[in-house]
């Protein structure tokens, strides 16, 4: 009998840690540094694949990732000696997506033809607002019309080119929205991200808003307005939402966030990346040191880049598969549901079935148009003791 990660395919995420600037919303693992000696982490990168190749042999590859941090700051070779060592290490899927991140100020046709030559074959570009002064609110270092021109570069030179934006910004109205996101339908190549803006502890949006410094951003009721929105043009115009905050077109979603959301298996390599990875009929959560000189003296030191490999209960990935599945439109399979769990909820899902939150039948479970918006809330319910 096939394991259950195997519903969800097996990728591989590399976290490159750098930026050219903090975004002040951001709270991801990125740091800001004046030098990097590339060929090192080359070194690193190429190590933990071999390491974790070793436990993981003979799986199909689907997918590769490169997130950060800013990967677009990467040399090409770096990116090229890393796709050549996972070539060397699994079996690839015939139709593998490899993605890199770019930022549009890091970005210039040699260096992505370089990554292209290297096996990358998707890039995801962190546009965020297609306006000057909310880039600026936003703490980004590219104006409007460098976005559009780094836009074109990818777009010349790979096949598919997907691109975020963030809504519910300081002072942006339903009707500001509604014309950018229109804009960026008539730009989309394939794939859209749509975030709204969430503020994070620990970030310096985080900080002035508890100050009482973060003025003009709209109320639950307007940002609840321009997710529906958000949801009801993006497919009319054939962008269709296949999870929280994607779309695309129909057979563009990305692969390697889907390996995520259908709790399949993923290595994490680089540092403060997370992993799931089921070895010897046992699920681990692994993660590597965030510090990026500490990971990097932990790899050459003892050849092993994680800081901890942690056994993951049977509860522990029913949470884990119930938060990641159902942010999908198509739900979650009701057959690995009850492999995973003993107890099936079978109340708690018939009373949000009722209130109109869930669609429950033999083999789906997933949110209704309704409960979309509130998919926390759902979760909340359906996790609660």
């Known amino acids: ?38 060929r090192a982490w080359a070194d690193a990168y190429v190590s933990e694949i071999a390491r974790i190749g070793a436990e993981t042999e003979g799986r199909v590859l689907r997918s590769v990732f490169f997130g950060g941090g800013t990967p677009s700051l990467m040399d090409p070779d770096v990116v090229d000696a890393i796709l050549t060592k996972i070539r060397a290490t699994w079996p690839i899927a015939n139709d593998i997506e490899v993605t ?37 609110a936003l703490g980004r270092l590219h104006s409007a019309s460098e976005a559009m021109q780094a836009f074109d570069i990818a777009r010349s030179v790979f096949d598919r080119v997907s691109f975020d934006l963030i809504y519910a910004r300081q ?56 997710y529906a929105l958000t949801q009801g043009v993006c497919e009319d115009t054939g962008f269709a939402g296949y999870e929280v905050s994607n779309h695309a077109r129909p057979g563009c979603e990305s692969t390697h966030n889907k390996i995520y959301w259908k709790y399949g298996d993923y290595a994490g390599i680089g540092p403060g990346a997370h992993g799931r990875l089921t070895l010897g009929g046992t699920r681990f959560a692994t993660e590597a040191p965030r510090a990026p000189a500490a990971w990097l003296s932990q790899v050459r030191q003892t050849g092993n880049g994680d800081l901890c490999r942690d056994v993951l209960s049977l509860d522990d990935q029913f949470a884990e598969f119930l938060l990641m599945g159902m942010r ?17 909820l079978i109340n708690k899902i018939n009373g949000l079935v009722e209130i109109g939150m869930l669609e429950y039948n033999t083999e789906t479970l997933r949110l209704s148009q309704q409960g979309y918006p509130v998919l926390n809330a759902v979760l909340r319910k359906l996790l609660e003791d």
């Open 171 to 226: 002072g942006q109205t339903l009707k500001d929205w509604e014309a950018e996101l229109r804009q960026a339908l008539g730009l989309a190549v394939d794939h859209l991200s749509l975030y709204q803006l969430t503020i994070e502890d620990g970030t310096a949006f985080g900080d002035r808003y508890a100050a009482g410094k973060l003025r003009g951003l709209p109320d639950d009721d307007v940002a609840a307005d321009m």
């Open 100 to 136: 890199l991140e770019a930022n549009p100020t890091s970005v210039e046709a040699g260096r992505f033809a370089g990554y292209r030559d290297a096996g990358v074959n998707r890039v995801s570009m962190g546009v965020q607002a297609l306006n000057d002064a909310d880039l600026k």
């Open 328 to 344: 999908l439109r198509d739900g979650v399979s009701v057959a690995r549901f009850s492999q995973l769990s003993d107890n099936i």
């Open 1 to 38: 009998m096939p394991e259950d990660w195997e519903n969800g395919g097996f990728g591989l995420y590399i976290h490159w840690p750098f930026c050219q600037a903090k975004c002040p919303y951001c709270d991801f693992n990125s740091h800001v540094v004046a030098q990097i000696d590339q």
